[in-house]
């Protein structure tokens, strides 16, 4: 091998690049003189009675997160056609969530709960990861258009048939599946955000800005 | 050196304003490339991979100091990856939380690159390496930029600030030093860029 066939691994590459827009975005921002608390009371006084429109920005929480939404795409409306069953679309995200073990739903002690039985999600980002890796996102390829041109998808079959050996991560750095035996299926997995669509947490693909440009709040931690 | 898509230039006054999508855009970009020199700096595939992303972190953190005013924004990567790699034990620290989440490439055989190809270009790399243990730091970096990695003596200038001049003087003891202590790493042809890199063939 010539050393000028060597490329940047394409397993770990948009995963790493990923990090690093992450990484960069934690990282405190310098503020201008004048944007400092002092400068902006005065200028909080020189605005006081005027409007102006305003890039619609907003944090809200999300207290149960037992079902979390997946989009496929940064779009919460359209619906996709189900090939084989035509007239039939499915929506715009798929939900998922966590079952508790050994729950009975026979005995359900509050059956009006549409998500008893189901555990609270720490981590939707990670929970959708996996629907994007197991290709449950991608199902007709639909979404074909958000994965770069050098990913390397796997081919068709059981991830048990192949020999992914290194555990596969989220953006964030954590194991896709806790258990190391469990192997991963090595579909593409964009970058994901955490928003906020009915008061339920979904889980969109695109930058931290996703959620203002769709319009609506990012998940407040 | 650009690709489709908007300029290096534009990318970095995004990056410079602050915009951390721009940079991945960069990464997509010159990863390959960063990779291939921090790999042919280090001779290892994982010091490379986090050399890399330390490269990265390290252009985003200065980059209120640079005015692009070339076409491509590579030279000047290549020079924070020396910089970086030769300050290596203290850009580990500062960046250590982040290496610790970095994920590694698997070298299982089923990939890409197979393992034996990957080890057998590090083993290739590390000979090189020593054998060229007895320039100096200068005559190193240009060995590496120019004759390992093929950049110009121009782009090879941009990446360690430096005179062009300086580059071609470092370029020239730099092979006859290898011609006395590594005779078959050199030929005799003093034009020819590409026998240290045909060597790793």
Known sequence: MNLSDVRYPADTKQTVRNLLVQEVDRQPKTVPWWRKPAALTFAGLALAGSTAAGVYVALAPVDDKRDIR???????????????APGETRPPYITT??????????????????NAGMQQVA????????????GSMNLEGFNDDLI???????????????????????QNGYPLYPDPAIRTFGNYIPFLTECVVDNTVAVIPGPAEVCAQLGIPTLEK | MNQMGEQDAQLWERCVNGD???????????????????????GSWYDAEELVSVTFLEAWRHRKGLTLQRES??????????????????SNRRYEQFLGRLPHSCAAPDHAIAADERI???????????????????????????????????????????????????VNRAKKKLRSAAPHLVGRNDESQTILESRLS
């Open chain 2, 73 to 90: 924004l590579l030279p000047w990567l290549l020079g924070v990856a020396t910089n970086a790699a030769k300050n290596m034990a203290r």
């Open chain 2, 120 to 170: 057998d270009v590090e083993r290739q790399v590390k000979d090189l390496l020593d054998r060229a243990a007895g320039l100096s730091s200068g005559e190193r970096d240009v060995l590496l930029l120019c004759v390992m990695n093929g950049y110009s003596y121009e782009d090879t200038a941009a990446a360690l600030d430096v005179p062009i001049g300086t580059v071609r003087s470092r």
């Open chain 1, 97 to 114: 969530g966590v079952f508790i073990t050994g729950f009975d739903a026979k005995n359900n002690p509050d059956p009006d709960d549409r």
């Open chain 1, 70 to 84: 997946c989009y496929y795409r940064a779009d919460l409306t359209t619906a996709y056609p189900i090939s084989g």
């Open chain 2, 20 to 42: 951390s999508e721009a940079l991945g855009k960069l990464f997509e970009r010159h990863s390959d490339a960063v990779f291939r020199y921090c790999l042919s700096r280090t």
């Open chain 1, 148 to 170: 770069p041109d050098d990913f390397v998808s796997p081919p068709p079959g059981l991830p048990a048939e192949r020999t992914l050996t290194e555990t596969m991560r989220d």
């Open chain 1, 123 to 134: 981590d939707p980002i990670n929970l959708c990861s996996r629907a994007w890796d197991m």
